[in-house]
T-cell receptor, first 107, second 113 residues
Framework: AQRVTQPEKLLSVFKGAPVELKCNYS??????LFWYVQYSRQRLQLLLR?????SIKGFTADLNKGETSFHLKKPFAQEEDSAMYYC?????????WGAGTKLIIKP | DVKVTQSSRYLVKRTGEKVFLECVQD?????MFWYRQDPGLGLRLIYF???????EKGDIPEGYSVSREKKERFSLILESASTNQTSMYLC????????????FGPGTRLTVT
């Protein structure tokens, strides 16, 4: 079954510390994975996609097919990174969503 | 800049009422989606539409129906609202073939009492 798992509902780190938001997937094919973010009182929006291998707002995510993971990382957290983060998998022209991780950056 | 608007930010309805949630997008997107967002459950797809008058069931269609009479508008209907339909409802749209790049509306928080 196709599934996206985000094992942490809540992640709290201090400003300046490294951040890693975990995402694991189950998919029988070549996966396309994405991270979406929802800041407080803002709309859910696309943060980055694995295929573009880009860094957005200092975040990167590498697809690891061996571990079936797509973890989101940032070396130095900033307070404005506090938000809800969702990992999503493209499947048959729909997105399969993880449950989300709430990231809190402590000053 | 893509704009997806939803008719209400907050809505309070009584059990058994028929509820209409409207979504409008202004970017000529072919695909439109309705999700509900619940803590700990993430986003769950209710229905989606890839063209006018076309609709497909998502993961949790029970108790809901949809209507897409015009390309820019996608309506979610709760035929007889129940308390377990209290939730945040998100509408999204995307270009044909780019279903992964979805643009979201601000959401409607529906409370059914």
């Amino acid at each position: 079954a196709q599934r996206v798992t985000q094992p942490e509902k809540l992640l709290s780190v201090f400003k300046g510390a490294p951040v890693e938001l975990k995402c694991n997937y189950s998919y029988s094919g070549s996966p396309e994975l994405f991270w979406y973010v929802q800041y407080s009182r803002q709309r859910l929006q696309l943060l980055l996609r694995h295929i573009s291998r880009e860094s957005i707002k200092g975040f990167t995510a590498d697809l690891n097919k061996g571990e079936t993971s797509f973890h989101l990382k940032k070396p130095f957290a900033q307070e404005e990174d506090s938000a809800m983060y969702y990992c999503a998998l493209n499947s048959n022209y729909q997105l399969i969503w993880g449950a989300g991780t709430k990231l809190i950056i402590k000053p | 800049d893509v704009k997806v608007t939803q008719s209400s930010r907050y809505l309070v309805k009584r059990t058994g009422e028929k509820v209409f949630l409207e979504c409008v997008q202004d970017m000529d997107h072919e695909n439109m989606f309705w999700y509900r967002q619940d803590p700990g459950l993430g986003l769950r797809l209710i229905y989606f539409s890839y063209d006018v008058k076309m609709k497909e069931k998502g993961d949790i269609p029970e108790g809901y129906s949809v209507s897409r009479e015009k390309k820019e508008r996608f309506s979610l209907i709760l035929e007889s609202a129940s308390t377990n339909q209290t939730s945040m409802y998100l509408c999204a749209s995307s270009l044909e073939g780019l279903a992964y790049e979805q643009y979201f509306g601000p959401g409607t928080r529906l409370t059914v009492t």
